[in-house]
């Protein structure tokens, strides 16, 4: 359970809450999504730049029991964790090219990212460089190599028996 550890009633102009924003930031880090795109950080069809590596800890409440960290890519300064592109929804995918006749079943991502993270076995350096040579172009003599500019693939699913709320399945190709 979700807990709102500081509730308040602060009214506040959109220059005041912007200052918050960034202040709460600073301090903490990928702890506040864009109000805009429903939770999730990307929109379908960003274009995305492979900037490194990050470790993301997380936790449901401040008292729980629940926490861990997720091994995440950081794209455009927001983390992308490695884990996502790899999750299966059961649902109906609300995209007409790939499911016109609005099946309702499993879904997953395919291609690009979420094909090479199935094709790794275990956690190590040697994986997380195939993630990386993902990501960059191949080194030529002694230049520098240079991130390719991959889009962020976006695609909702309505939860079985409909209403409005939903989820996402993501990639990156």
Not at 76 to 92: F, H
Not at 113 to 140: G, Q
Request: with cysteine; net charge positive.
């Amino acid at each position: 359970m979700l807990k709102n550890l500081e509730p308040t009633t602060a009214k506040v102009d959109a220059a005041t809450l912007m200052e918050a924003v960034k202040a709460y930031n600073a301090k903490n880090p990928d702890h506040l999504r864009n109000p805009f795109t429903q939770g999730l950080q990307f929109e379908d069809g960003e274009s995305v730049v492979f900037e490194g590596f990050t470790l993301q800890p997380w936790t449901d409440t401040a008292d729980s029991r629940r926490f861990g960290a997720y091994v995440c890519v950081v794209l455009n300064g927001k983390n992308y964790s490695l884990s996502s592109p790899l999750k299966t929804k059961l649902g109906t995918l609300l995209d007409k090219e790939l499911n016109p006749s609005k099946e309702e079943r499993n879904w997953s991502a395919t291609g690009g990212l979420a094909d090479l993270l199935r094709t790794l076995a275990d956690f190590s350096e040697e994986n997380l460089t195939k993630v990386e040579d993902f990501f960059l172009e191949p080194k030529k003599g002694n230049s520098a190599r240079k991130p390719i500019a991959r889009k962020m693939w976006v695609r909702w699913i309505a939860f079985p028996g409909g209403g409005s709320r939903g989820t996402s399945i993501t990639n990156i190709h």
